[in-house]
């Protein structure tokens, strides 16, 4: 009998790794729904024949495979929930539903504002840097060519410090634009100081060698097309599809659109109920303790929904827009095993701009002597951006970001390596990006009621650089 039930047992383990070994097999992508590609009509698929396969970013590719579709789906079960729980805390509350998006008006406050602002930036990086290379490039072929290098380069440099360096951030510090306000402003003004570089240098070289092949400057209308287009580095030409999918480029807005609103309920229902109550409290280390990892959920999902909303859904509605046809925006960087390429995969139109203007800039000028110093330089660059806009949008100096970047970000990116391989490393970079995020959310929305809850004792600058968050909170009157 014994024997009998081995028998039973192998034949039963041997149907069920057929079935798996099967259903593997069938994995085949489905076909996909309006909501994530919509189909291409005939005359599309007739056009796109004649040029290579459309390039999709990693998740355009992974949803139409009914699995990974699954856990999108589960995100927006849970985007479901969080609006019902709304609801229902309001509706005990208040005796009625309470549907209104105060946190969400307030953040994207003074929107005229922005738009003119934008506007004035957009126009100033579109005339400003051209006809500064158009008139420089002209005077190459004369007398003085050196004196009108660094006459042009000079002033090319006070426009990228006052034009768009000190006029946006003025803009915003001066009439106090909320939260979301300023992230739209500074991060255009990053990106546009980012674009005029590459465009400078990437067509220097070719001016300077213009005796030798002939090479025309660029024309306007690439500059143009190279300020909207989804990349940091200029191309005279990109790849380029033949159709623009009107639908899918709607569909991408509309997932920005609930992004947003997911994000609102995080804050609402996570955050906020929180953070209030911890703010009329003193500083405490285990408090902070249990704070940090209260956070860590709100951090994930917030880290999830930037992710999926900007670096996926407006960058492919845009790049759909211009036709641009490499959407590799990142790569799989939830696979890393190490820091190290995490970093090279998260933002790939980042860190592309990173490794060729500081990274290889660097050894160009080092003549590839100081490897480690370029790397260093670069996460010094990363660091001090990123702070620098976290600091303007929040309107207060608290470097936590800074800190985990040199600090944490250094030593990791130096002991999870590329040679660490294994599922076991690909758990420790998500469990410290996950208590990184905690350390995050925590430390800065503490410090964000702080500043609204805890007055200055002084007008001094070692006063303002002071985290308030380490002091005593009042309650206003």
Known sequence: MKSDLMRQFDGHISDFMDSLIEESAS???????????????????????????????????????????????MFIALLILFILSTLVV???????LVLDFDLLVYAFGQLPLVVCTWICMFLSALLVPYSLFHLWSQSQCGSYPRLYSLLFGSVFLFYQAVGLGFFPTYVVVINSLPPASRFIIILEQVRLMMKTHSFVRENVPRILAWTKDKTMAPQVSQYLYFLFVPTLIYRDKYPRNPVIRWSYVAT?????????????????????PQFRSISLQLFDLKAMVLCVFNSILPGVLVLFLG????????????????????????????????????????????????????????????????????????????????????AVCFGFFYPVLFCLFMCFGMMFNFILHDQRKGPIWNIIMWTSLFLGQGVIICLYSQEWYAQRYCPLKENSFLELLKPRSWCLYHPKA
């Open 252 to 272: 991408k807005l509309l997932q920005v659109l609930g992004c947003l609103f997911y994000a609102y309920y995080v804050f609402v229902r996570l955050c906020i």
């Open 307 to 390: 992710f999926f909303a900007f670096l996926h859904c407006w960058l492919n509605a845009f790049a759909e827009m211009l036709r641009f046809a490499d959407r590799m925006f990142y790569k799989d960087w939830w696979n890393s095993t190490s820091f190290a390429n995490y970093y090279r995969t998260w933002n790939v139109v980042v860190h592309d701009w990173l490794y060729y203007y500081v990274y290889r800039d660097f050894l160009w000028m080092s003549q590839k002597r100081f490897r480690p110093a370029a790397m260093l330089f670069v996460f010094t660059v990363s660091a001090v951006v990123h702070e620098y806009i976290l």
């Open 27 to 73: 994995l085949e992508p489905a076909p996909v729904p309006a909501g994530f590609s919509p189909p291409l009509s005939d005359k599309e698929r007739n056009k796109l024949s004649e040029f290579d396969s459309l390039s999709l970013s990693f998740l355009s590719e992974l949803f139409e495979v009914n699995h990974i579709r699954t856990i999108y789906h």
């Open 90 to 96: 309001d509706f005990l509350d208040e005796g009625r």
